[in-house]
């Protein structure tokens, strides 16, 4: 299972929560590999409903920010702090 490190988490009202974090390799930005699949964000298990970067070029750079859409709601530190 691929492990990140969030450096924040921003809330989408009516999607969901999206974690900060930097691209783990090279991917492709029509098919990150990432969506539908489980992956550890802090430690915890998340399903990634979408991969979101601020870049329209192609493919994901390796360490480039991204923020992976996920199921279910950030570690509880986080949402104390928002």
């Known amino acids: 299972m691929i ?3 969030s450096t924040e988490w921003h809330h989408i009202k009516s ?3 999206v974690a ?3 691209c783990d390799r ?3 930005r029509d098919n990150t590999g990432l969506t539908g699949k ?3 964000i802090d ?3 998340y399903t990634v409903r979408g991969v979101e970067r601020r870049l329209p070029e192609w493919p994901i750079a390796k360490g480039e ?3 992976l859409l996920v199921d279910g709601d ?3 530190t986080e949402k104390e702090m928002i």
């Open 38 to 40: 489980a992956v550890l």
């Open 74 to 76: 950030p570690p509880k």
């Open 15 to 17: 999607r969901g929560w």
């Open 26 to 28: 090279e991917r492709p």
């Open 43 to 45: 430690g915890e298990k």
């Open 3 to 5: 492990s990140f490190a």
């Open 20 to 22: 900060m974090t930097v």
């Open 65 to 67: 920010p991204i923020g």
